[in-house]
């Protein structure tokens, strides 16, 4: 498999205060995307995300390490020509249509002006924007800001997209929009690169992960590698049974209108549970198994710290 | 709405109090401290420093300034400083002609001090040695209001050397010279305008103000000698003729036109047949 | 090509400010009221006028330039618009060149608006049309292409507030500058009246553009001084704009 991004002990100093104190941000960071993924990257607020990011998109200048994009220096506008960028709570040129915009953007990157044209508009039709292409910016909604800005990072049809925080700000109809279109990039070839703490979405997109916590990476790998499939508890909601006859089986998470709704975390005790409702004539509203989710971990390496 | 009422009530109030106010105050009239308009005027080489690129309208924002002072008469002692402020002007734009000669008008008719007026022609003609206009002036300045024919004679020489000045200079010159008794260049100039004369006009001055040249020394000349010869024999002669009998003089000069003189032989004089100026 | 396109933008950008119509509007103002001021002169009117409206347009054009251009970068830092464009293959240097050129021909219509009502109001009162102003007003243009460039560079790195402030000291000290030389010549000779030199010639001289009076009295300018002077701007603006894409290179957004 191709590396398409590969990131190699990266260090970050930042002089913080007004007697300038050294803080570092960055504490060796190294992981790599390969061609054709979707690749999450996570961690909380204040961990270093965006600023690896602006280290890859040259923004910031990394004090010590190596940062290659498509087997290049990053640095290099030749590697910048396959790239796309989404930034956070994006802000653009609001006296701009959204067809100006997406044209000034096309025309950075050199393309003809027959070609513009088209390509504007089949940006548009891709996020949805197609009525809203000549309102000026300064008018558009958050979403809206979003996806034009997703459309902003496609225009010349990068192979690698950097994504930061795509579905911070939208109701979840968008985020359903927004997660297909990234779908939809890896299934023409394109590389996503995502960073977010929306575990959920990371969850349900993503192929490999690397969770970075105080500046360093704490793990980094395919999706189910990291999660094991191991079964952390069963939640059965039923009815018919007294909180007195569950005791010791599971932990009563709540009991009204009738039905209860208990975690167990025993194997053993479900089949128990199952015959005794069996035998009281009580009934089986859901037993739903859990395995770790993302979530899960994610809290466990950040309290590890 | 209700409450915005007696705001606006509150403003329109204010508002008409304090202009009638402003009124009042100016009606009531303060002690003038002398010159106090000008508490201190740098002079006009570091002022420059401080225009930053705009010295030529601060001339002129200076100039409309002085001309708005000098012209207000309940000031005490404005022209203590005059002389300053138009060197000031003349330092941030030396090129600016009408103060100078706007300051002279004021010093004569206002300060009536010629000198002065001729002191800022000077400094005009310091800045600008090729602009005529400065010596011409104080050259009328002296003639006219000083009556120093000396001072304007070398005023005019100093302008007619200037390319470009006017032709009435070297009249002027020619004039003055002919009032300090300079014959020589006197005669000599006249000539010249008379020689380079393009005007039919200008040609007959010249030779008005010739005839009356050799008017002057002849008439001159004749009356020493008729004196003389009233001293020898007691009385004047019959007829000029009778000089030359006498052997005093070798021959009767004839004017410019080549007439003869009126001579009265009752009280010796000799006259011009015709008056210079309209021949 | 990357730089034209940024440049455009800038214009599209800095056209729609409305700085640049109340300043328009002053200009035009003061160039008018100089009629008034006309009036109270003796002698001369016409050249209470002139003087009066290339003043105009220089102040006002600094004013435009040091506004306008120190806003410029930093709104885009500020805005975070900048980061989607230094992540596309741009070099820094093309971004900060566009922003350079796009106020640069922003200033040349605002510039050129001026001049029209200026030599308008002129024509009323001589009934000719002065064409020798514009030369004057050519190297206002000159001095304002300069102080764009240092307007830039200051916004590369600093508040707009800061960076108006060290722009006017800039331009203060730009026509400031002549007079030190009378003061070095009271120096004695030595390595402080070296330094003092060496400072003296490394210091902008604004003054060098400066054909006002010339032109308002009708005076000759020596085609040499006219050559040097717009070179001088050159060789000056191409110091500046270095400085600033060296500053603008090595620098984090963070």
């Given at each position: 498999?191709?590396?398409?991004?590969?990131?190699?002990?990266?260090?970050?100093?930042?002089?913080?205060?007004?007697i300038?104190?050294?803080?570092?941000i960055?504490?060796g960071?190294?992981?790599s995307?390969?061609?054709?993924?979707?690749?999450?990257?996570?961690?909380?607020?204040?961990?270093?995300?965006?600023?690896?990011?602006?280290?890859?998109?040259?923004?910031i200048?990394?004090?010590?390490g190596?940062?290659?994009?498509?087997?290049q220096?990053?640095l290099?506008?030749?590697?910048?020509?396959?790239?796309g960028?989404?930034?956070?709570?994006?802000?653009?040129?609001d006296?701009l249509?959204?067809?100006?915009?997406?044209d000034?953007y096309?025309?950075?990157?050199?393309?003809?002006?027959?070609?513009?044209?088209?390509?504007?508009?089949?940006?548009?039709?891709?996020?949805?924007?197609?009525?809203?292409?000549?309102?000026?910016?300064r008018?558009f909604?958050?979403?809206?800001?979003?996806?034009?800005?997703?459309?902003?990072?496609?225009?010349?049809?990068?192979?690698?997209?950097?994504?930061d925080?795509?579905?911070?700000g939208?109701?979840?109809?968008?985020r359903?929009?927004?997660?297909?279109?990234?779908?939809?990039?890896?299934?023409?070839?394109?590389?996503v690169f995502?960073?977010?703490?929306?575990?959920?979405?990371?969850?349900?997109?993503?192929?490999?992960?690397?969770?970075?916590?105080?500046?360093?990476?704490l793990?980094?790998?395919?999706l189910?590698?990291?999660?094991?499939?191991?079964?952390?508890?069963?939640?059965?909601?039923?009815?018919?049974?007294a909180a007195?006859?569950?005791?010791g089986?599971?932990?009563?998470?709540s009991?009204?209108?009738?039905r209860?709704?208990?975690k167990?975390?025993?194997e053993e005790?479900?089949?128990?549970?199952?015959?005794?409702?069996?035998?009281?004539?009580?009934?089986?509203?859901?037993?739903?198994?859990?395995?770790?989710?993302?979530?899960?971990l994610?809290?466990?390496?950040?309290?590890s710290? | 709405m209700?409450k915005?009422?007696?705001l606006?009530?509150?403003?329109?109030?204010?508002?008409?109090?304090f202009?009638?106010?402003?009124?009042?105050?100016?009606?009531?009239s303060r002690?003038k401290?002398?010159g106090?308009?000008?508490?201190?005027?740098?002079?006009?080489?570091?002022l420059?420093?401080?225009?930053?690129?705009?010295?030529?309208?601060?001339?002129?924002?200076?100039?409309?300034w002085?001309?708005q002072y000098?012209?207000?008469?309940?000031?005490?002692?404005?022209?203590?400083?005059f002389?300053?402020?138009f060197?000031?002007?003349?330092?941030?734009?030396?090129?600016y002609?009408?103060?100078?000669?706007?300051?002279?008008l004021?010093?004569?008719?206002?300060?009536?001090d010629?000198?002065?007026?001729?002191?800022?022609?000077?400094?005009?003609?310091?800045k600008?040695?090729d602009?005529w206009i400065?010596?011409?002036?104080?050259?009328h300045?002296?003639q006219?209001?000083?009556?120093?024919?000396?001072?304007?004679?070398?005023?005019?020489?100093?302008?007619m050397d200037?390319?470009?000045?006017p032709?009435i200079?070297?009249?002027?010159?020619?004039?003055a010279?002919?009032?300090v008794?300079?014959?020589?260049?006197?005669?000599?100039?006249?000539?010249?305008?008379?020689?380079?004369?393009?005007?039919?006009?200008?040609?007959?001055?010249?030779?008005?103000?010739?005839?009356?040249?050799?008017a002057?020394?002849?008439?001159?000349?004749?009356?020493s000698?008729?004196?003389?010869?009233?001293?020898?024999?007691?009385?004047?002669?019959?007829?000029?003729?009778?000089?030359?009998?006498?052997?005093?003089?070798?021959?009767?000069?004839?004017?410019?036109?080549?007439?003869?003189y009126?001579?009265?032989p009752?009280?010796?004089?000799?006259?011009?047949?015709?008056?210079?100026?309209?021949? | 090509?990357t730089?034209?396109?940024?440049?455009?933008?800038t214009?599209?950008?800095?056209?729609?400010d409305?700085?640049?119509?109340?300043?328009?509007?002053?200009?035009a103002?003061?160039?008018?009221?100089?009629?008034?001021?006309?009036?109270?002169?003796?002698?001369?009117?016409?050249?209470i006028?002139?003087d009066?409206?290339?003043?105009?347009?220089?102040?006002?054009?600094?004013?435009?330039?040091?506004l306008?251009g120190?806003?410029?970068?930093?709104?885009?830092?500020?805005?975070?618009?900048?980061?989607?464009l230094?992540?596309?293959?741009?070099r820094?240097?093309?971004?900060?060149?566009?922003?350079?050129?796009g106020?640069?021909?922003?200033?040349?219509?605002?510039?050129?608006?001026?001049s029209v009502?200026?030599?308008?109001?002129?024509?009323?009162?001589?009934?000719?049309?002065?064409?020798?102003m514009?030369?004057?007003?050519?190297y206002?243009?000159?001095?304002?292409?300069?102080i764009t460039?240092?307007?830039?560079?200051?916004?590369?790195?600093s508040?707009?507030?800061?960076?108006?402030?060290f722009?006017?000291?800039f331009?203060?000290?730009?026509?400031?500058?002549?007079s030190l030389?009378?003061?070095?010549?009271?120096?004695?000779?030595?390595?402080?009246?070296?330094?003092?030199q060496?400072?003296y010639?490394?210091?902008?001289?604004?003054?060098?553009?400066?054909?006002?009076?010339?032109?308002?009295?009708?005076l000759?300018?020596?085609?040499?001084?006219?050559?040097?002077?717009?070179?001088?701007?050159?060789l000056?603006?191409?110091f500046i704009?270095?400085?600033?894409?060296?500053?603008?290179r090595?620098?984090?957004?963070?």
């Amino acid at each position: 498999m191709k590396t398409v991004l590969a990131i190699e002990n990266v260090h970050k100093f930042f002089k913080v205060g007004f007697i300038p104190k050294k803080k570092e941000i960055l504490k060796g960071v190294s992981f790599s995307v390969a061609e054709s993924e979707i690749f999450g990257y996570l961690g909380p607020n204040g961990a270093g995300k965006t600023t690896t990011l602006k280290c890859i998109l040259g923004l910031i200048f990394p004090d010590r390490g190596k940062i290659e994009i498509f087997g290049q220096p990053h640095l290099e506008p030749r590697a910048k020509e396959r790239l796309g960028f989404l930034p956070e709570n994006p802000y653009f040129y609001d006296y701009l249509t959204a067809r100006e915009f997406l044209d000034f953007y096309a025309q950075l990157f050199r393309v003809k002006k027959d070609e513009r044209k088209e390509r504007v508009a089949s940006l548009l039709n891709l996020v949805g924007m197609d009525r809203a292409r000549d309102l000026q910016l300064r008018k558009f909604s958050r979403g809206m800001l979003q996806r034009i800005g997703l459309a902003q990072a496609l225009v010349n049809e990068p192979s690698l997209v950097l994504l930061d925080e795509p579905l911070g700000g939208l109701d979840p109809l968008g985020r359903k929009e927004i997660r297909d279109i990234i779908i939809r990039l890896k299934a023409e070839g394109k590389t996503v690169f995502l960073c977010s703490h929306i575990l959920q979405d990371i969850e349900m997109i993503c192929d490999r992960v690397a969770i970075i916590v105080d500046g360093k990476i704490l793990s980094q790998g395919p999706l189910t590698d990291l999660i094991s499939e191991k079964i952390l508890f069963t939640e059965i909601t039923l009815s018919g049974l007294a909180a007195k006859d569950l005791a010791g089986l599971g932990e009563s998470l709540s009991a009204h209108g009738g039905r209860t709704l208990i975690k167990v975390f025993h194997e053993e005790k479900i089949q128990e549970i199952l015959d005794l409702v069996k035998n009281r004539n009580a009934k089986i509203h859901s037993l739903i198994p859990r395995t770790q989710t993302l979530e899960d971990l994610f809290v466990e390496m950040v309290k590890s710290q | 709405m209700r409450k915005n009422v007696s705001l606006i009530l509150i403003l329109c109030l204010s508002c008409l109090l304090f202009m009638g106010l402003k009124l009042e105050i100016d009606k009531v009239s303060r002690q003038k401290i002398p010159g106090s308009s000008i508490i201190y005027i740098p002079s006009g080489k570091y002022l420059k420093m401080v225009t930053f690129g705009f010295s030529s309208l601060m001339a002129d924002l200076v100039y409309i300034w002085a001309i708005q002072y000098f012209g207000n008469t309940t000031i005490p002692d404005k022209f203590d400083h005059f002389v300053h402020i138009f060197s000031i002007i003349s330092e941030l734009d030396p090129r600016y002609v009408d103060p100078y000669e706007v300051g002279a008008l004021i010093a004569l008719y206002d300060i009536k001090d010629v000198a002065l007026s001729i002191k800022l022609l000077d400094m005009g003609f310091a800045k600008n040695p090729d602009l005529w206009i400065f010596p011409l002036e104080a050259g009328h300045y002296a003639q006219l209001y000083k009556k120093d024919f000396p001072l304007a004679r070398e005023y005019y020489k100093k302008a007619m050397d200037i390319p470009g000045a006017p032709d009435i200079t070297k009249r002027l010159y020619a004039n003055a010279a002919f009032k300090v008794m300079d014959i020589k260049t006197a005669w000599e100039t006249w000539l010249e305008v008379y020689e380079t004369a393009k005007e039919e006009r200008v040609k007959k001055i010249a030779s008005n103000h010739l005839y009356n040249i050799k008017a002057t020394v002849d008439i001159r000349g004749l009356r020493s000698v008729l004196e003389k010869y009233k001293a020898k024999y007691g009385r004047y002669p019959d007829k000029l003729s009778g000089i030359v009998a006498a052997g005093l003089l070798l021959f009767i000069p004839k004017d410019y036109d080549n007439k003869d003189y009126v001579y009265d032989p009752k009280t010796g004089d000799v006259k011009t047949a015709v008056i210079p100026w309209k021949r | 090509m990357t730089i034209k396109v940024i440049a455009l933008n800038t214009f599209k950008e800095a056209v729609r400010d409305r700085i640049l119509y109340l300043l328009l509007f002053f200009a035009a103002l003061s160039i008018l009221v100089s009629r008034i001021l006309a009036l109270l002169t003796v002698g001369d009117r016409a050249k209470i006028i002139k003087d009066v409206g290339l003043a105009s347009i220089s102040f006002f054009g600094a004013l435009m330039a040091i506004l306008i251009g120190t806003g410029l970068v930093y709104k885009e830092i500020e805005k975070r618009t900048i980061f989607t464009l230094i992540s596309k293959p741009m070099r820094r240097h093309e971004f900060l060149l566009g922003k350079f050129f796009g106020l640069v021909l922003t200033l040349l219509v605002m510039l050129a608006l001026m001049s029209v009502i200026f030599l308008a109001l002129v024509f009323f009162h001589t009934f000719s049309v002065e064409w020798k102003m514009l030369l004057a007003i050519l190297y206002i243009f000159i001095e304002l292409i300069l102080i764009t460039a240092v307007a830039i560079l200051f916004s590369s790195f600093s508040t707009p507030i800061l960076s108006s402030l060290f722009s006017l000291c800039f331009y203060l000290i730009g026509h400031f500058s002549w007079s030190l030389e009378t003061l070095i010549k009271k120096i004695p000779a030595g390595i402080l009246k070296v330094m003092a030199q060496i400072v003296y010639t490394i210091l902008p001289d604004l003054e060098n553009f400066n054909f006002k009076a010339e032109v308002v009295h009708g005076l000759t300018i020596p085609p040499q001084v006219l050559l040097y002077s717009a070179a001088y701007g050159f060789l000056y603006t191409v110091f500046i704009l270095s400085l600033a894409i060296l500053v603008f290179r090595r620098r984090d957004f963070i």
